[in-house]
C-alpha cells in the first residue's frame, strides 16, 4: 500500500511562511480533496511533495522515502500537474510521454503499452505526433494528466487540474478522473478550489488556511445541509427532525443538518404529516458549510 | 530499473531533439551556412590576391608552408566567434527558461537528480554547438582541399580539440549565468555583457596600463583556436605580440587549462545553483 507522510514541515519564503508545521498522513488508496482559499498553502504543499520547493523544516516521506534527500527513489511512483505546466515546445506528446515513462523505468516496449493505455484514459491519442508548442491549455492539461498516470503511479497529486479550462475541457478532465479513481489502485491528492470536484471525486476532504490545516475528514462523515422555506412551518416545531435546526427569515426558513445518506424525501414527508406547507427545498454539502464557516471566519 | 548513468542518455536524446528542432538551431544553422559560403568564396577566389600583411611579411611573400597555416589561421579567427553565438542561444537560456517557461513543473518531479538533467542538458547544447561549428568546418576543408590539393596538417585538429574545448567552457559558462536567473533576458544581456564588455575591458586595462597578458580570461584563452597555427594576439587592436609559428605547447597547455578551469568551475556553480532552484 502507498503512503504519503507530511511531518512537521514549514516552508519560509523569506519571512513569509507559506507552510506552518504541517502533519498529515495519507495511506488509503483513493482521492483526497485539499481545499482552501487562495494563499491557504495548497499549492506550497503540492510542490512539496513533488519536490518543485524543498521545505524549511519537516521531511516529506512517499513510501518511506525522504523526497528531499532522495529524489530518485521517492518519485519513482509519483505523477503529478502542478500549477499548469508546459512542455518542450519542439518534442511530441508521444515523445514527452516516452521521456518521462523512460526516466521512470520502464523499458522502450513497456512504455509504447503505457502511453497507449493513458493516451485513451485521458483521450490524447487524436494528437500524439503533434508538437506541443502547438497544443491549446486544454490539450496541454490532457497531456499533464497523461505524463501523471504514466507508469501506473502510486501517488497522483494534481494541483488544480481543470484551472482556466472551458467547461468541456474541466468535464473532460474529471470524467478521466473519475476513471483512474474507480481503479482504486492510487492516492490521489487534488488540490482545488471547487467544492464540487471535491464532492464528485473525493472520499476525504482537508481545508488548509492561512499554511495549516484546519479540517480533516472523510467526506461520508460530512453531513449534509437541508434548507427548508416555508409558507408555514409545522405548528408543533421542528425538533423531532433535527436536534438543533438552524432559523432564519423570522422562522420561514429552517437548516437542517442530517447525514448523508437521509433521504431528503423522508425529512419532506415528515414536516409535511405535521403540517407544514413547503415553499422549496436546497440540498447543499456539509464540506461547502464547513468550508464557508472557515474562509467565512477568516475573513470576519 | 534504469540507472543514473541510463537516464543521462534519456535526458541527452530529449534535449537535443528539442534543441536541433528549435528556431534557434535553424538559425545558428543559417549564420554557420552564410559565414561558411562567404569564407569559401573569399578563399577560391582571392587567396592569390592578399594584401593583408602577418607580422610585416604580405600574404604573398609567405612560403607555402605559412601560407596554408595563415589561411587556417583566418578561417579559425572568423570560427571562434561562433560558439560564443551559439552557446549564447543554446546555454543563456538553459536553465532560466525551465522556470520562465514552466517546463520546471515537467521536470522537477521527475525522479531523477537535478545534476544529472544539467549534465544531459548541457552535452545536448555543446553536441549542437559543435555540428554548427561543424558545417562550418566542412567548408573550411573543402576550401582547403581545392586551394591546396591536400588535407591540413595534425595542427588542424588541435584547433578542432581546442574548439570543442571552447565550446564546452563557453557553454558551461552560459549555463552558470542562466542557473542564476529565472528570466531568459537577464541570462542573454548578462552573458553578452560580461564576454564581450567585461571580458574585453578587463584585458584592455591589464593590457595598457599594466603590459599584462590576460591569459586567464576565456575569450583570450579561445584565441589559441587560431593562434595554433599562426601566434598572432589579435585580442587588443595594436598589440605587439606576434610570431609567425603557430602557437607551442605551452600556450596551448595554458589557454586549455584556463578553459577546463573555467568549465570545471561553471559546471560547479550552476550544479549548486540548480540544486536549490525553486520555483515559487
Known amino acids: 500500500m502507498a503512503s504519503v507522510d507530511v511531518k512537521g514541515v514549514s516552508k519560509n519564503y523569506g519571512n513569509i511562511t507559506a507552510l506552518k508545521n504541517v502533519s498529515l498522513s495519507m495511506n488509503t488508496n483513493g482521492c483526497i480533496g485539499i481545499l482552501g482559499p487562495n494563499g491557504a498553502g495548497k499549492t506550497t504543499l503540492m510542490k512539496l511533495i513533488t519536490n518543485i520547493i524543498k521545505p524549511s523544516?519537516?521531511?516529506?516521506?512517499?513510501?518511506g522515502t525522504d523526497v528531499s534527500n532522495n529524489p530518485s527513489a521517492a518519485l519513482r511512483t509519483v505523477g503529478s500537474i502542478i500549477e499548469q505546466p508546459e512542455f518542450y515546445t519542439y518534442l511530441t506528446a508521444y515523445e514527452t510521454m516516452m521521456f518521462v515513462c523512460r526516466i521512470k523505468g520502464g523499458t522502450k516496449e513497456y512504455c509504447k503499452s503505457e502511453i497507449e493505455r493513458v493516451s485513451e484514459i485521458t483521450e490524447?491519442?487524436?494528437?500524439?505526433?503533434?508538437?506541443t508548442g502547438t497544443y491549446s491549455r486544454g490539450m496541454k492539461q490532457r497531456l499533464a494528466l497523461a505524463v501523471a498516470l504514466i507508469?501506473?503511479?502510486?501517488v497522483i497529486v494534481l494541483d488544480e487540474p481543470t484551472f482556466g479550462l472551458d467547461p468541456k475541457g474541466m468535464s473532460d478532465i474529471?470524467?478521466?478522473?473519475n476513471r483512474i479513481r474507480e481503479l482504486r489502485n492510487s492516492i490521489i491528492i487534488l488540490s482545488t478550489h471547487l467544492i464540487s470536484e471535491v464532492k464528485e471525486l473525493c472520499d476525504r476532504v482537508i481545508i488548509m488556511d492561512e499554511g495549516s490545516i484546519v479540517y480533516d475528514s472523510d467526506t461520508d462523515s460530512v453531513e449534509k445541509s437541508l434548507r427548508v422555506r416555508f409558507y408555514e412551518a409545522p405548528a408543533?416545531?421542528?425538533?423531532?427532525i433535527a436536534n438543533d435546526p438552524f432559523m432564519e427569515d423570522g422562522g420561514k426558513t429552517a437548516i437542517f443538518r442530517v447525514r448523508k445518506e437521509v433521504p431528503n424525501y423522508l425529512i419532506i414527508q415528515d414536516l409535511m404529516n405535521r403540517g407544514a406547507k413547503i415553499r422549496d427545498v436546497e440540498e447543499s454539502s456539509g464540506i461547502e458549510e464547513k468550508y464557508l464557516?472557515?474562509?467565512?471566519?477568516?475573513k470576519d | 530499473m534504469v540507472q543514473e548513468t541510463g537516464k543521462f542518455g534519456i535526458v541527452v536524446s530529449q534535449y537535443f531533439r528539442n534543441y536541433y528542432r528549435s528556431r534557434s538551431f535553424y538559425l545558428m544553422l543559417v549564420i554557420s551556412l552564410l559565414i561558411s559560403g562567404l569564407m569559401t568564396y573569399f578563399s577560391l577566389k582571392y587567396v592569390g590576391n592578399l594584401h593583408i600583411t602577418f607580422g610585416g611579411v604580405s600574404f604573398?611573400?609567405?612560403?607555402?608552408?605559412?601560407k596554408e597555416r595563415a589561411v587556417l589561421y583566418l578561417w579559425a579567427f572568423v570560427l571562434s566567434y561562433l560558439p560564443v553565438f551559439s552557446a549564447v542561444f543554446f546555454g543563456s537560456p538553459a536553465i532560466s527558461s525551465e522556470i520562465e517557461n514552466k517546463t520546471a513543473y515537467h521536470i522537477f518531479p521527475l525522479p531523477i537528480r537535478r545534476s544529472t538533467l544539467l549534465f544531459g542538458k548541457l552535452t545536448a547544447a555543446v553536441a549542437v554547438s559543435y555540428i554548427i561549428v561543424s558545417v562550418y568546418t566542412i567548408f573550411e576543408l573543402i576550401s582547403y582541399l581545392i586551394l591546396f590539393g591536400s588535407f591540413p596538417s595534425i595542427v588542424f585538429?588541435?584547433?578542432?580539440?581546442?574548439?570543442?574545448?571552447?565550446?564546452?567552457?563557453?557553454?558551461?559558462?552560459t549555463f552558470l549565468v542562466s542557473s542564476i536567473f529565472n528570466k531568459n533576458m537577464y541570462a542573454y544581456i548578462t552573458v553578452f555583457l560580461l564576454y564581450y564588455l567585461i571580458f574585453n575591458a578587463l584585458y584592455i586595462i591589464l593590457d595598457f596600463l599594466y603590459n599584462y597578458n590576460a591569459f586567464f580570461l576565456l575569450s583570450e584563452s579561445a584565441s589559441i583556436i587560431e593562434r595554433v597555427f599562426i601566434d598572432i594576439n589579435t585580442t587588443v587592436p595594436g598589440s605587439t605580440s606576434i610570431s609567425l609559428n603557430g602557437a607551442g605547447n605551452g600556450p596551448i597547455g595554458i589557454a586549455a587549462m584556463v578553459m577546463v578551469i573555467y568549465a570545471v568551475i561553471s559546471i560547479a556553480g550552476a550544479l549548486i545553483l540548480f540544486d536549490r532552484k525553486e520555483v515559487k
Open chain 1, 236 to 240: 408543533d416545531g421542528l425538533n423531532s
Open chain 2, 157 to 173: 585538429l588541435y584547433s578542432y580539440l581546442l574548439l570543442l574545448l571552447f565550446i564546452i567552457s563557453i557553454t558551461a559558462f
Open chain 1, 124 to 131: 490524447v491519442n487524436g494528437f500524439l505526433n503533434r508538437k
Open chain 1, 151 to 154: 507508469n501506473n503511479p502510486d
Open chain 1, 57 to 63: 523544516t519537516g521531511e516529506i516521506l512517499v513510501n
Open chain 2, 60 to 66: 604573398n611573400s609567405l612560403s607555402s608552408s605559412l
Open chain 1, 293 to 298: 464557516a472557515i474562509v467565512g471566519r477568516r
Open chain 1, 174 to 177: 474529471r470524467n478521466a478522473l
